[in-house]
């Protein structure tokens, strides 16, 4: 069996290692930075790409995919507090065109380099804003802050190819000894107010307790004079049908030819006899002896004389 030539052996490698550097593929969302003998060249998309074997190289796959870092640094207000940022930045190539790309590709030497040159400049954008601010105003500039940071950078990074897509400030923190005094600022607030509201609500309270005893007393009042009148006029009533009661009697008993006395002698017994039904135990002292009820009918039978018990219209009282 003849010997292959090693010439020919030289050749079908050459072949096979030129066949296969014809050919290159560039993963989706990625695009190809091609150069000949180091000068850019042109851009290769995803998928199976043509080059001249030996000549163009493929000296960088820059991917067009969001990417995201985490950051976190310090800054100092404008009344020398520490203020500790956590944040996430999302990112991007500002598009796939070529110009886009060859900034990508050649602004910076590496992604270290351009992601430290990325973070630093964040850094700054927030310290900037951050020391011309008070502590007290920090936790309520979340939102303006993103939004300088988001002025300062658009512009940066779009002379580096890339685009700034979000910016999220995840946690803002102080310093123990600032987050502590803080946290006595808003208790003594929160006391302050309480103390605000429960004096409002006693004076409400109080308020209305008065207004409700003193409208108890007028309707108290108003209708003791109402119950007042109508005993007057009950009495009076009474008086008037005792007077008229008398009267006829006394009439009948000078038609009978018989002493008015008998009428007072009868009044008195019954008022003896309703003061021990109606007495309820209550002491009440009465001269019942004979001489004390004649003396009593006698200072009865002469204010009837004397005309005591008539009224000025003839009628008895």
């Excluded at 490698?13 to 850019?40: A, E, P």
């Excluded at 004079?225 to 008086?239: H, K, S, T």
């Excluded at 008022?271 to 109606?278: D, G, H, L, V, W």
Aim: aromatic share 8%; charged share 25%.
């Amino acid at each position: 069996m003849e010997e292959v030539p090693v010439g020919y052996i030289i050749a079908g490698v050459f072949g096979l290692l030129t066949l296969f550097s014809l050919f290159t593929t560039v993963q989706q969302g990625q695009i190809g930075v091609v150069t000949i003998f180091g000068k850019y060249r042109r851009v290769m998309g995803p998928g199976l790409n043509l080059k001249i074997p030996f000549i163009e190289k493929v000296m960088r796959r820059v991917s067009i995919q969001n990417r995201s870092v985490e950051l976190g640094f310090q800054a100092v207000t404008v009344d020398q507090a520490n203020v500790n940022f956590t944040a996430m930045l999302l990112y991007a190539v500002f598009d796939d065109s070529e110009e886009s790309i060859k900034k990508v590709a050649f602004k910076f030497l590496d992604e270290r380099n351009f992601m430290q040159a990325l973070v630093r400049t964040v850094e700054g954008s927030i310290r900037a804003f951050v020391a011309s601010k008070k502590q007290a105003e920090i936790l309520l500039l979340r939102r303006e802050i993103v939004e300088e940071v988001k002025i300062q950078l658009d512009h940066t990074l779009e002379e580096w190819g890339y685009h700034l897509l979000d910016l999220q400030m995840n946690d803002i923190t102080f310093d123990s000894e600032v987050m502590n005094s803080m946290a006595k600022v808003v208790a003594s607030a929160n006391l302050r107010a309480a103390a605000e509201n429960e004096g409002q609500a006693l004076l409400i309270t109080k308020t209305k307790a008065a207004e409700a005893e003193g409208n108890a007393i007028k309707i108290a009042a108003e209708a003791e004079r109402e119950a007042a009148i109508l005993r007057g006029q009950a009495v009076a009533r009474f008086r008037e049908e005792v007077a008229k009661g008398m009267s006829g009697a006394a009439k009948e008993m000078q038609q009978a030819n018989l002493d008015s006395s008998f009428i007072l002698f009868s009044m008195w017994t019954e008022a003896i006899k309703n003061f021990a039904q109606e007495g309820k135990g209550n002491l009440i002292i009465l001269d019942g002896s004979v001489d004390g009820m004649k003396k009593t009918l006698a200072e009865l039978s002469a204010a009837s004389r004397l005309g005591l018990f008539d009224q000025p219209d003839g009628k008895h009282k």
